[in-house]
Nanobody, 124 residues
């Protein structure tokens, strides 16, 4: 299983970007999918996840109300819509997936498959 993250780039503070996570196989509809990010010199942190059943979203407090995670099973893709971006959102963003039977996990080691990361840079 391979995950491909895309959509990163440069945005101004207050702007928006949409990240996409596409899978090589038809698995995302039956997997918990999460987004994590890692800024230089910092640990990888949870951003958002969406459950495989019910499409239940969970968000880190730092992005709640600004980011929206969604999935399109027909396209085997999970999206992260990022609005009202802040300079502190600058990081490499990774999507990840797991078949673990849970609606949520914010722990990176619970995820089995990872995309390659996409850089998001927010200027002030």
């Amino acid at each position: 299983v391979q995950l491909q993250a895309s959509g990163g780039g440069l945005a101004q503070a207050g702007g928006s970007l949409r990240l996409s996570c596409a899978a090589s196989e038809d698995i995302l509809s039956s997997y918990l999918v999460g987004w994590f990010r890692q800024a230089p010199g910092k640990e990888r942190e949870f951003v958002a996840s969406i459950s495989r059943i019910g499409r239940i979203p969970y968000y880190a407090s730092s992005v709640k109300g600004r980011f929206t995670i969604s999935r399109d099973n027909a396209k085997n893709t999970v999206y992260l819509q990022m609005n009202s971006l802040k300079p502190e959102d600058t990081a490499v963003y990774y999507c990840a997936a797991t078949a673990r039977d849970t609606d949520y996990s914010g722990r990176y080691y619970d995820y089995d498959y990872w995309g390659q990361g996409t850089q998001v840079t927010v200027s002030s």
